[in-house]
């Protein structure tokens, strides 16, 4: 009985400190500011080391501060969720995320620094741009997705190379932007490749 009281209380006393982790985590991310498992753990009143055992690297636990954090696709575009114009979506998608990257630039800094350096580790990146251009596009799955696919399948990859962190920080760290003339950067941008090709599908 003494043993599994024991035992019971070190399970506890795991998930205490798990939690702590991730709530210290969640809590930094959520200041924008620079994100390192360092700091993480002082917030969290535990050691360097102890933070690496519950979580190897700093993109694992990030992910995991991060969970539920982005609001589903549907949810997200719910303001444009009666509009049939796929440029409007876009649009509203993209600056959506970009503004969401921004409240939680230290995080997303760190989790592309991570996976730059270890690329078998991207899987850990939440991925919410996919999500939020497949919703946008939503409205051409029945025309443009059964008439020419590759068209569709293009412009999603192109659009994936603008409505994201990368895109942003460029313009912010290389361009010198602001971050609000950065978004109205990215969002005519991506607006101007959508317009495009619909374009194409109307010349064909």
Not at 73 to 85: K, R, Y
Not at 141 to 149: A, K, M, R
Not at 179 to 184: E, N, Q, R, V
Request: proline residues 6%; charged residues 20%.
């Amino acid at each position: 009985m003494a043993t599994t009281q024991a035992e019971t209380g070190r399970t506890n006393q795991k998930k205490r400190t798990r939690t702590a982790i991730v709530e210290a985590a969640r809590e930094l991310i959520g200041t924008g500011g620079e994100v390192t498992m360092p700091a993480i753990a002082r917030a969290a009143l535990v050691s360097e080391a102890t933070a690496y055992r519950y979580f190897p690297d700093l993109p694992s636990l990030i992910s995991e501060a991060l969970a539920g954090a982005w609001p589903p696709p549907a949810e997200a575009l719910a303001p444009v969720a009666d509009s049939t114009e796929p440029v409007e979506r876009v649009a509203f998608a993209c600056e959506f995320l970009l503004r969401g990257i921004l409240l939680r630039q230290g995080a997303v800094r760190a989790m592309i620094a991570a996976t730059i350096t270890r690329p078998e580790t991207a899987t850990a990146r939440p991925g919410v741009r996919f999500g939020l251009i497949d919703f946008a596009l939503l409205p051409l799955e029945d025309t443009l997705g059964v008439t020419d696919p590759e068209v569709l399948a293009q412009l999603k990859r192109d659009l994936a190379v603008v409505v994201g962190a990368e895109a942003l920080f460029s313009l912010t760290d290389l361009c010198g932007l602001a971050p609000d003339d950065a978004i109205a950067s990215a969002v005519h941008t991506a607006t101007t490749l959508t317009e495009a090709a619909l374009r194409t599908t109307v010349r064909g």
